[in-house]
């Protein structure tokens, strides 16, 4: 699995961005239930998580989630995709289980 994000890489301060934060199954099993949670990086807070149930992120196949982030300042804000952040997957390469996009707010 790998960790990705398909959201805009800038907003306006003041107006709510879609994320759209999600995993990608690029192994050769569907995995059993994770969860992934979207993060601040600085300062470091919790945006939001969504669980991907058991069996049904088949290989190839991805899952994304809209979530609604309200900016707290102007500037570069660094968000960050955690999968499987728990450690419920075994896998090849826990290397890509982490993914980080900077946006720009003005």
Known sequence: MVAKDDSAISGSFGKAI???????????VTPGYF???VRHENPRYII???DVPG????PNTQKTQPMIWNATFKGNHTISVWVDIFGEVPEN???NNVFYR???IS
């Open 93 to 95: 390469n826990e290397g």
């Open 55 to 58: 069996e049904t992120l088949y």
């Open 18 to 28: 879609t994320l759209y934060p999600g995993v990608k199954n690029i192994g050769n």
């Open 35 to 37: 969860t992934v949670i």
């Open 102 to 104: 900077t946006i720009t």
């Open 48 to 50: 939001g998580y969504f």
